[in-house]
């Protein structure tokens, strides 16, 4: 689908998407590339929020429900639903990731005075998985904390290498 490139100014850049029709954002400094929603396989005895595995141009990577990872739910996969690869570090090997979410919108400029601290409670994700919340054009938005989300033990069955 889009490539995302990293700019200069790239700790302000945030990546919006959705997730159960409420707006989430991660910075664009973990985004390797959005792609279409495609076949993804389950793999067997894996948590539920590890949907499976798919290939991208070859490289088989570990996809996660974004929504069900989030307490959300399961996604509902429709045609705007898309895999936003993630560039990540997962037990201190490089990894890529990706998360399904039902549909992205834009790239946010966030400036250190749209944003706030997460609350402390009503919030419908565990608050290790939020970053902070900002409001911009009117907005608000939940910014994820990608390391809160991918760097714990539940993930590390997923840390193998694949290869086809």
Do not use: W
Not at 39 to 55: C, D, H, K, L
């Amino acid at each position: 689908m889009a490539e995302i490139t990293k700019k200069s100014n790239e700790g302000n850049q945030f990546l919006s998407f959705f997730l159960k029709n409420e707006m989430f954002t991660v910075n664009v400094t973990y985004v390797r590339e959005i792609i279409e929603y495609t076949q993804v396989t389950r793999v067997p005895m894996m948590q539920s929020f590890i949907a499976g595995v798919t290939n991208v141009r070859g490289n088989v990577i570990p996809v996660l429900d974004l929504p069900d990872r989030l307490g959300l739910g399961k996604s509902s996969i429709d045609k705007k639903s898309c895999i936003i690869t993630i560039d990540t570090e997962v037990e201190g090997e490089n990894m890529e990731v990706g998360l399904i979410v039902d549909m992205v919108d834009q790239v946010y400029e966030v400036l250190p005075s749209h944003k706030m601290d997460a609350p402390e409670f009503g919030s419908k994700i565990r608050k290790e998985f939020m970053q902070m919340m900002a409001k911009v054009d009117g907005k608000f938005m939940t910014l994820l904390d990608i390391d809160g989300i991918l760097n714990i033990i539940d993930l590390s069955r997923v840390q193998q290498k694949y290869s086809l």
